[in-house]
């Protein structure tokens, strides 16, 4: 009987994995993957997507060199960045843009981190205490989030692959989830034991 209820367990949880998975998936068709055929394009960069429904979602994830990617299109520009925050690894594509000191950034849903869509670099409110008025400014804390090239070419968007030579603090959620991801697979592929 315990076997039984384990083994219901087991398959429920795996649904629930599967059904993330697939809700995740809605954002767009996705194109790159690490564990599926790839789709390169010009100088092996990878095909994220038509550019059309790109710009019609605002936003899309994709896997690049398996590690998960947002695109965001916004005020008529693409940018793309690791998909989750450099702080705590919350989910950037669920954050709002919001134009701070001149530049387009995200803000993080989990912890209100500031990251500018163009550069990376991770933003925050301070001010000088040495000041007779002192009044808050935006400075940064510099680029903490890993940014990936994009490249527009007969309608569709490219991202290129990443220059892990320069390690970024995004690095280390973007694989921290990458490794949860794959154990979920394995978990819901391998088969219970007797």
């Known amino acids: 009987m315990l076997d039984l209820v384990i083994l219901s367990l087991h398959f429920f949880l795996c649904f629930l994995i599967s059904l993330v998975i697939w809700r995740r998936r809605e954002d767009v068709a996705l194109h790159g993957s690490s564990t599926g055929t790839v789709e390169t394009g010009p100088d092996g960069l990878i095909l994220i997507g038509k550019e059309d429904d790109i710009k019609k979602s605002g936003r899309v994830t994709a896997k690049v060199d398996g590690r998960e990617v947002v695109v ?16 705590e690894g919350g989910a950037l594509r669920l954050g709002d843009i919001e134009d701070i000191d001149g530049q387009a950034c995200i803000v993080c849903p989990w912890h209100k981190y500031v ?26 804390k510099g680029v903490k ?6 490249t527009v070419d007969s309608g569709n968007v490219y991202v290129s692959p990443p220059d892990f030579s320069v390690k970024f603090d995004s690095d280390y959620f973007a694989e921290k989830y990458r490794k949860n991801e794959l154990n979920l697979e394995k978990m819901c592929n391998s088969k219970p034991a007797k």
Do not use: N
């Open 72 to 87: 965001f299109y916004h005020e008529g520009k693409f940018h793309a960045m690791d998909s989750r925050c450099y702080h």
């Open 115 to 140: 990251i500018t869509l163009e550069t990376g670099e991770g933003l925050y409110e301070g001010v000088d205490p040495l000041e007779p008025s002192p009044t808050p400014q935006w400075r940064s």
């Open 145 to 150: 989030q890993r940014i990936h090239k994009v």
